[in-house]
């Protein structure tokens, strides 16, 4: 295994993960009128974002990587996209759950292909499946949300 495809892969989760944060960021207090009991699952997962953040630096750290600690072009431009969205609408709490979701999806497909990809070193995968496992955990959770609006 060639260390600086797995620190390039690390490092391009660690970007997402970085978007992550920030997507969340950008939700707090808008959805929380409509879905109260949404809070308690939003502030385990921004949690549960930190923790992922400072795990890839750790392993990025460990393999003699240099950590590229900001996030991704295509992040900042759905951020954009949600200001823009939600001048739009209102900032309607269904929108905002959109968002979301769109967003843990993004972050599920760059994981698995960070899976696939064969960059990983095993230590890495481990961590990474982990991650990826929460990432879906997450997802499923306003998935339910967003179809119970329907």
Known sequence: MENTKTVATLNDLLNITNDRIKGFTKVEDKVWDSYSALKVDYDQMVRQ??????????????????????????????????????????????????????GEKAAIDSYQEALQSGNLCPQSTVVVADQHMQLQESYRKFENIEKSVD
Not at 57 to 79: F, K, Q, Y
């Open 49 to 102: 974002s930190k923790v992922m953040r400072a795990d890839l630096i750790d392993l990025i750290n460990e393999r003699g990587g240099e950590v590229n600690d900001s996030s991704t072009v295509a992040g900042a431009l759905h951020r954009g996209w949600i200001d823009v969205k939600n001048a739009f609408s209102g900032n309607n709490a269904e929108s905002t759950i959109e968002n979301v979701i769109f």
